[in-house]
Structure formats: structure tokens, C-alpha cells
């Protein structure tokens, strides 16, 4: 009986997998370019537990939440303290940045991560148990200009990949204050359709009614639709602060659209919200999404700092990447492969290896002992840009015969002169990106 992996995970393989996407070889090209993205925005890498007290995601994330109340992978260790596996970074990155005392060191921060998350939700197209998501954090900020820097930086990232089809959805939410004055006319609208909504609206509608906007039901929707708009609400500041966000994506030549229905699923967001969506995806559409939290840190217990971060799916990503037939990486291969023929040859195939790799040649090396055309044919299969075959013949003459194995052609280079060869053949190389069709 074997053991399968758990609901909702999969394995990223080495190898050319069932589903390309699944393939370590196009992870790593991605996470590359998201960390290569990160660096030209002055971020600085972050990495925090892969769980958490709990508490902290109730605190921050909320009570009342999907993810609080449903989602979590919540357990007690041998001391009875309740941890939970983290289900979003930003709870984690403001933890670490209050616990470490991180205010004092600089006034502003600016953080990226790279990570799996976990949330207990039916396994289906493009949602799974344990994902993984590239986000940023900006914390010390408070103008508007970097609302737009944050918008710009993860609509650019996905052009960089070559996603398609990509529509950017911009919203205010406010101060407080804001969202206290359209809770009231919410209710207040929502009162006579309240029997017609769906169950969880009822619950959140005594809770949280902002969140009704969430909803993917039929009925919810049919209820919201002459809803009043948070835009209507908001202070002059908070409404000055959206109409600059605005005003530089209209500059920048962001195609965005206003949409006053955007709230985002979680509570600790403040003013800006934004998602990106793909018309390359099914339902489940969102790209990358993010917006203010200008209050969190001082709800953990932390200084009173303005805050702003997206976060974005890699397996969206991947997925979004791939049906867009945007620039994907071809599978790593070895520069050369070696077969050495004889016990003479194995020792000096060795100290040729060794020298090839300290001088970023990448190298395998035949060791199954088996005949010729064996090896001939694991040199086929490791994708190796050329092979050499070492025997005594080519010891005693120092010299050895490369075969390109794209072309088949062959050529005699004196062993002195290999490394040489390599490298010149390695740096007119293509730069290895090639179109999935």
C-alpha cells in the first residue's frame, strides 16, 4: 500500500512532470524573476515560522473572517498553545517587525517574501491547501504616490512574465470613520432584501456587512446591485489621498477600473485595495491582489505606522503564464556530459570534472560501467549540450572528441583546451527562454 501526498498538495519534480506546471525547473525561473523584481524596488527579503499563535491571525486577519473561521489549520502543541499554520504573510511580516523592534532601525522597511501558505478549502482548479504566493510589505509611508508605486510594481512584474489580459480593480475603503458612516447606510439599504440572502450573508450582515461584497452568490449580487458606493463616504482627505492613487495609474498608462464594490476578504485593510485579475483564468480569475493596513501595527501592539503590500499566487502565476504563452524556461541541462572508458580514464575524467565545475561548467559524469552505447544514451537523456568520450586512446594522445548533441557534429580539441571550448561555446549560447506552446 502506498502513501499518497495530503488533499490539495502536490509535488514541484525535476523532471518534465505531467503538468508542466508542477516542474521545479520553471519554479525556480520564476522565483528568480520575482526576487531579480524585488530588488529593483529596494525590498529586502523576509522569512518568518510557517506557524503562528493563533491569536495573531484572529487579531489581525479577524475573527469573522473565511480564513480565521473556516481555513485554518489550527492545533494545540504538547503545551496546549494553540498555533496555526500561517494562512497569509502580512500577520507574520508585522509580527517579526514589532518583535524585533524594527522601527528603531530605519523609518521606512520594505520587505518581500517568498513562501507556502495553508488553508483547509475544498481542492478544485487553481485553489489548493498548501500554495505559495510572492508578496512585498512597505512599511513608514503614507502618501498616496506609493498606493500607485505598489499598483505599478505588481501590474510590471506580470508584464515581465508576459501575462495577458490583465485588468487592474482599484477601490478606497477610507478611514474608520468612512467605514463606520457606509456600514450604517449598507444595513440600512440591505434591511428589506435580508430574507433573500444567502445564509453566510445573514451571519455577516450582523458582523461584518461589508463583506456581503464578497459574496459569489446569485442573490447576493442581485441584492447589492443599487448598493451604495463606499466612495460616497469617504473623507475629503481619504478622498483626496484615491484621486492622486488614480491620477498616477492614469499617468503611468495602467488600464484600471474604479470599483466601488472591492473590500477585499480580510479587515485589516485601510484606503486603497486593489486586485488584478486574468481573462486567461476560469472563475477563480485573481492574480495578485493587496492595498493600506495603516492600522494593523498599532492593533498588535506595535508603533502607529502607516503600511501598504500585495501578495500574488506563484501557482496563479504559473498557470496564468502558460495559458497567455508568455516566455517560459526550457528544462536545465548539463554543458557537457563525460564518459570515461577504462579505470585510467575514470581517474582522469574525475580531475577534468572537478575542473570544469570550479570554472561554472556544469558536468555529469558516466559512472554505471556499462557499454558505450548505454552511456550514449544517458548522455541523450540528460539533455547535455555535448559528450566526450575519454579512453586510453585519448589519455595517451591528450586529446579528446566533443560531439554537439543537437547537431551530432564532432570535433577534436586537445584536452589542455576543453575548458576554453566550453566556455566560449556556454557564453554564444541562446539565453535558453523559449515560447510553451
Known sequence: MTIPSPSGCFDILPIDAKDFWK???????IEKILREHATLY???????????????FQRSVGDETDIVSKEMYTFLDRGGRSLSLRPEYTASVIRAFIENKLAQTASTHRFFYIGPMFRYERPQAGRFRQHHQFGVEVI????????????EMCYSLYEKLGLKNLTV???SLGDKETRVRFRTALVDYLKPYFESLSS????????????????????????????PSILEFLSP??????QQVTAILEHLKIPFKVNSNLV????????????????????????????????????????????IGFATGIERIIQTLIKSEGKLPERRSPDVYIIPLGIEALYRTFSLVKELRQNGISCLQGMSGKKLKHEMHEASDSRAKFTIVLGENEIKANVCELKEMSTGTTQKVSLNEVLAFLKNAKNTASTGLATKK
Not at 529596494?42 to 495573531?56: A, H, K, S, Y
Not at 461584518?208 to 459574496?215: A, K, M, T, V
Not at 482627505?237 to 484615491?242: R, V, Y
Request: hydrophobic share 35%; aromatic share 12%; proline share 4%.
Open 23 to 29: 516542474s521545479s525547473y520553471l519554479w525556480i525561473f
Open 42 to 56: 529596494g525590498f529586502d527579503e523576509i522569512r518568518t515560522p510557517m506557524f503562528e499563535r493563533t491569536e495573531l
Open 140 to 151: 513608514g509611508l503614507a502618501q498616496p504616490e506609493l498606493d500607485a508605486e505598489i499598483i
Open 169 to 171: 480593480y482599484v477601490n
Open 200 to 227: 453566510e450573508s445573514k451571519k455577516r450582515f450582523e458582523v461584518n456587512p461589508l463583506r456581503i461584497f464578497d459574496s459569489k452568490a446569485e442573490a447576493d449580487r442581485e441584492a447589492l446591485k443599487n448598493a
Open 237 to 242: 482627505e481619504c478622498k483626496e489621498h484615491f
Open 264 to 307: 477585499r476578504g480580510l479587515d485589516y485593510y485601510t484606503k486603497t485595495v486593489f486586485e488584478i485579475t486574468s481573462g486567461d483564468l476560469g472563475a477563480q480569475n485573481t492574480v495578485g491582489a493587496g492595498g493600506r493596513y495603516d492600522g494593523l501595527i498599532k492593533d498588535l501592539g506595535g508603533p502607529d505606522l502607516p503600511s
